[in-house]
C-alpha cells in the first residue's frame, strides 16, 4: 500500500484539490507585497495641552468660560476635550492653517484625547509628511487657544465693567476691589489661564509590520481560506455521489432430489 492511499479519505480528498489552498495563498502574498511596496509612511506629531482648573467655590469668574473644576480630573479634562473636538474647533484651525486646509480635512487628521486620570489633553496630528504633522498638532492647539480667549476676554470684559460699578459705590462692599483686580491682571495677560499648551512632540514616524511579518501573516491566512475552500468542496462531491446500491444476498434455491418412482 502506498504513502498517499494509507491516509485518511479526507486529507486524500484535500491533497487531490491542492490548487484550491495554495492559490488564495499566493493571491494573499502578492497582495501583501503589492501594498507594501506602495506604503507611504506616516507620521505622528502631538500637542500636550495641561488643564489648570478654577476651584468649584470661585466667585471671582462667574460668567466666564475659564475651565472650573469638576471634582474628578478626568471629567474635568473630558468635558473640555470635547469641546476641542468639534466643528468649530476644526473651522477655527482650518483658518489658521490656511494653504487649502478645509474643516473636514483637519478633522480627520486631528485625535483629540484625554490622558487617563489626568488633566491632560493631547492633540494627535498624522500626516505623510513630519512637517506636516508637527505643524497641524500646533496650529490647532494655538487657533483654538486664541478662539477660546476672544470669548474669555470678551466675559472678562463684561465681569470687570460689573465690578467697576461696584467699587465706584461708598462703602465697597466685601472683597469686590480684591476681585476687580484679579480679574484686571487675568485680562491683561491676554491668555487663559485654565488651559495652557505644555509641548509639542516632534513627528515621529509610525511603526508598522515588516515586509516578511506581513507577507508571512497573508500566506497563513490564504492557507486557511484555501484550506476550508478544499474542505467544501471535498463535502460537496461526497453529497452529491449516488449511494452505491446495497449487497443482497439470495437464498440459494433447493432443488429437488431425483426419484426413479417420480416422488419428489
Same mark, same amino acid.
Given at each position: ?10 486529507? +486524500?480528498?484535500?491533497? +487531490?484539490?491542492? $490548487?484550491?489552498?495554495?492559490?488564495? #495563498? ?13 506604503? !507611504?509612511? @506616516?507620521?505622528?506629531?502631538? %500637542? ?11 466667585? @471671582?469668574?462667574?460668567? !466666564? ?42 478633522? =480627520?487628521?486631528?485625535?483629540? +484625547? ?22 497641524? =498638532?500646533?496650529?490647532?492647539?494655538? =487657533? ?28 465697597? $462692599? ?5 476681585? /476687580?483686580? !484679579? /480679574? ?15 509641548? @509639542?512632540?516632534? *513627528? ?14 497573508? #500566506? %497563513?491566512?490564504? /492557507? ?15 453529497? +452529491?455521489?449516488?449511494? $452505491?446500491?446495497?449487497? !443482497?444476498?439470495? *437464498?440459494?434455491? /433447493?432443488?429437488? %432430489?431425483?426419484? $426413479?418412482?417420480?416422488?419428489?
Amino acid at each position: 500500500m502506498t504513502k498517499h492511499k494509507a491516509l485518511p479519505g479526507g486529507i +486524500r480528498a484535500i491533497l +487531490r484539490r491542492w $490548487p484550491l489552498v495554495i492559490i488564495p #495563498a499566493l493571491l494573499a502574498v502578492g497582495g501583501s507585497l503589492w501594498s507594501a511596496s506602495h506604503q !507611504t509612511p @506616516t507620521y505622528t506629531a502631538t %500637542a500636550k495641552l495641561v488643564v489648570i482648573p478654577l476651584a468649584q467655590w470661585d466667585e @471671582t469668574f462667574i460668567g !466666564t468660560s475659564l475651565v472650573r473644576d469638576a471634582g474628578d480630573a478626568k471629567r474635568t479634562a473630558a468635558t473640555l476635550a470635547a469641546l476641542l473636538d468639534s466643528r468649530r474647533a476644526a473651522t477655527v484651525a482650518a483658518d489658521y492653517l490656511g494653504a487649502n486646509w478645509t474643516p473636514e480635512a483637519v478633522h =480627520a487628521a486631528i485625535r483629540v +484625547r484625554v490622558a487617563e486620570d489626568t488633566n491632560v489633553i493631547t492633540v494627535v496630528a498624522q500626516s505623510a509628511d513630519r512637517d506636516r504633522a508637527t505643524k497641524v =498638532a500646533e496650529g490647532f492647539a494655538n =487657533a483654538t487657544l486664541a478662539d477660546r480667549w476672544q470669548t474669555i476676554s470678551r466675559e472678562l470684559d463684561t465681569r470687570i465693567v460689573a465690578f467697576e460699578a461696584i467699587t465706584n459705590t461708598e462703602p465697597i $462692599p466685601g472683597d469686590a476691589a480684591a476681585r /476687580l483686580h !484679579t /480679574l484686571k491682571l487675568v485680562r491683561a495677560g491676554g491668555f487663559d489661564p485654565t488651559l495652557r499648551i505644555d509641548s @509639542t512632540t516632534p *513627528a515621529v514616524r509610525d511603526e508598522r509590520l515588516s515586509v516578511w511579518a506581513s507577507v508571512g501573516l497573508a #500566506a %497563513a491566512g490564504g /492557507l486557511f481560506v484555501g484550506l476550508l475552500a478544499a474542505v467544501g468542496v471535498a463535502r460537496l462531491r461526497r453529497s +452529491r455521489d449516488p449511494t $452505491p446500491p446495497a449487497k !443482497t444476498t439470495h *437464498a440459494p434455491q /433447493l432443488i429437488p %432430489a431425483y426419484s $426413479p418412482n417420480g416422488d419428489a
